[in-house]
């Protein structure tokens, strides 16, 4: 059910009541905070009312039992890195801004990790290799997101395969429902089993459903040893047949990246190389295995006679310095890909791995029949790819070639038996597709869910289940420190 539209003059009042019991060090007016809060990584901007920094985790409450009195819509954020309009105050309101409760605390015994919402995901990366454990979920913008984001879409990255997602992590969770009220899920114990899991309903929801304050989370022993070797393939179809060969071989890396040939030819323009000597824009697959010296010693002869047997070149990493020069171009190649539009949709669906090659197949025809470069690179250990159809923003005929060919790929995707987002969530940029992906019972429940725990519907709004214009969407240019990574 869409949020009723609040009245100027409620908004206004509700606002300055809002200041009157939080401060207004704590509640935010002034130009330059609310034109910061009023768009995320997606660019869609709508300007809020109000910016709420709390620096204890009760104002968080305060601020819900205000919003929920006067029907003003509430959109939670942290470093705003999404690239789906999930932090986007599409309906105004206020924007409640989390960043401010970063604590973070190791338990090293238990291994585990209590942190706040604010919390930087790097930071919090660094606490736990410095008692020797290891926090797994790495996605591309830890060095700038926040553990309350990944939790709200689920986040992933390269670790994902071996390890899992954000989700594999959360022992517990603390936090607000949407009319104000303080509630626990889970306890800082391995098991839990009393009641529904409404912790997990949380995780994944897109902060649609309450707002997290605090978080515990399951870290690992540090992985010994780490080894990295870097593969070239004739083309798409023989690296992902390749990769299920490795799989199936019950080898499972820590980390498995892929890179089509338009992801490698302009990783090497940007890096004015050419990776493997006479393999010009050859795809790649980049490996990391981690563990035991031991473990990895048995690994190592595995994934080297596989590479003998499936791929055109191989180059390992003897030293921690060379593997990081083989990385090189993974962490070129989303930048650099702008050399072929000047916009990009960057859409993070997951393949079954039966599917592979089919597939690859088809996206080559949509390259075709869309007259788009769509460079391609993902996560092969569980099928998450991210497409980047590259369009001019200028060119009409681009702008409508990249909506047809978002909408064909989400189609297929489904067919397949996949997902149309494997981490970066919903959002407002996929509303249109995530009827593609459910049925009208499913989201039927869902929106059951909703309207059970926010029946007034002020938390984050207007996402996921309303259908959204993107393409209409008023947008800013803003250069953010952790695109193109």
């Given at each position: 059910?869409?949020?009723?539209?609040?009245?100027?003059?409620?908004?206004?009042?509700?606002?300055?009541?809002?200041?009157?019991?939080?401060?207004?060090?704590?509640?935010?007016?002034?130009?330059?905070?609310?034109?910061?809060?009023?768009?995320?990584?997606?660019?869609?901007?709508?300007?809020?009312?109000?910016?709420?920094?709390?620096?204890?985790?009760?104002?968080?409450?305060?601020?819900?039992?205000?919003?929920?009195?006067?029907?003003?819509?509430?959109?939670?954020?942290?470093?705003?890195?999404?690239?789906?309009?999930?932090?986007?105050?599409?309906?105004?309101?206020?924007?409640?801004?989390?960043?401010?409760?970063?604590?973070?605390?190791?338990?090293?015994?238990?291994?585990?990790?209590?942190?706040?919402?604010?919390?930087?995901?790097?930071?919090?990366?660094?606490?736990?290799?410095?008692?020797?454990?290891?926090?797994?979920?790495?996605?591309?913008?830890?060095?700038?997101?926040?553990?309350?984001?990944?939790?709200?879409?689920?986040?992933?990255?390269?670790?994902?395969?071996?390890?899992?997602?954000?989700?594999?992590?959360?022992?517990?969770?603390?936090?607000?429902?949407?009319?104000?009220?303080?509630?626990?899920?889970?306890?800082?114990?391995?098991?839990?089993?009393?009641?529904?899991?409404?912790?997990?309903?949380?995780?994944?929801?897109?902060?649609?459903?309450?707002?997290?304050?605090?978080?515990?989370?399951?870290?690992?022993?540090?992985?010994?040893?780490?080894?990295?070797?870097?593969?070239?393939?004739?083309?798409?179809?023989?690296?992902?047949?390749?990769?299920?060969?490795?799989?199936?071989?019950?080898?499972?890396?820590?980390?498995?990246?892929?890179?089509?040939?338009?992801?490698?030819?302009?990783?090497?323009?940007?890096?004015?190389?050419?990776?493997?000597?006479?393999?010009?824009?050859?795809?790649?697959?980049?490996?990391?295995l981690a563990g035991s010296e031991a473990e990895l010693a048995d690994a190592k002869t595995a994934v080297l006679a596989w590479a003998a047997a499936h791929a055109a070149g191989h180059r390992e990493a003897k030293t921690r310095g060379e593997a990081e020069a083989l990385w090189a171009v993974r962490r070129k190649c989303s930048g650099a890909m702008f050399q072929m539009g000047d916009a990009k949709l960057n859409e993070d669906i997951t393949v079954p791995l039966g599917a592979y090659e089919e597939f690859a197949v088809w996206l080559e025809q949509l390259r075709e029949k869309s007259g788009l470069a769509i460079p391609t690179f993902g996560h092969l250990a569980d099928g998450n790819l991210h497409v980047n159809i590259m369009y001019h923003k200028a060119v009409p005929a681009e702008c409508r070639a990249a909506e047809k060919a978002v909408l064909a790929l989400m189609k297929k995707v489904v067919a397949l038996g996949g997902a149309i987002s494997g981490e970066h969530g919903i959002g407002l940029a996929k509303t249109p597709f995530l009827r593609i992906q459910h049925g009208a019972a499913e989201i039927a429940a869902m929106r059951a869910v909703k309207h059970a725990l926010d029946p007034n519907g002020i938390l984050n709004p207007g996402k996921m289940f309303e259908v959204f214009e993107v393409w209409n969407a008023p947008r800013v240019t803003v250069a953010f420190p952790w695109d193109h990574k």
């Open positions: 059910m869409p949020t009723k539209k609040v009245s100027a003059r409620v908004l206004a009042s509700a606002t300055l009541a809002l200041r009157r019991k939080l401060g207004a060090k704590v509640v935010l007016t002034d130009d330059a905070a609310l034109e910061a809060a009023s768009y995320d990584s997606s660019r869609i901007a709508v300007r809020p009312a109000a910016v709420i920094r709390p620096t204890k985790r009760e104002q968080v409450g305060v601020v819900l039992k205000l919003a929920n009195l006067h029907g003003v819509p509430v959109t939670p954020r942290g470093r705003g890195t999404t690239l789906m309009g999930s932090a986007t105050p599409i309906r105004g309101g206020w924007v409640l801004d989390l960043m401010g409760l970063d604590a973070i605390r190791l338990d090293p015994e238990a291994g585990l990790a209590h942190v706040q919402a604010g919390a930087n995901v790097g930071a919090i990366q660094d606490a736990a290799a410095a008692a020797g454990w290891f926090y797994p979920p790495d996605p591309s913008s830890k060095a700038y997101c926040t553990i309350g984001g990944n939790i709200a879409c689920n986040a992933g990255g390269m670790h994902g395969g071996k390890y899992g997602v954000t989700r594999d992590f959360v022992v517990a969770l603390k936090g607000y429902l949407p009319n104000g009220e303080f509630v626990r899920w889970g306890t800082a114990t391995r098991k839990f089993a009393a009641g529904f899991n409404l912790r997990d309903l949380w995780i994944g929801s897109e902060g649609m459903l309450g707002v997290v304050t605090d978080a515990v989370l399951r870290l690992l022993p540090a992985p010994a040893a780490r080894w990295t070797l870097l593969t070239s393939f004739s083309d798409e179809v023989a690296a992902f047949r390749a990769a299920r060969a490795l799989f199936a071989a019950r080898v499972q890396p820590a980390i498995c990246e892929f890179l089509d040939r338009a992801s490698v030819t302009c990783a090497e323009a940007a890096m004015k190389t050419t990776i493997f000597p006479g393999q010009p824009g050859r795809p790649v697959i980049l490996l990391e």
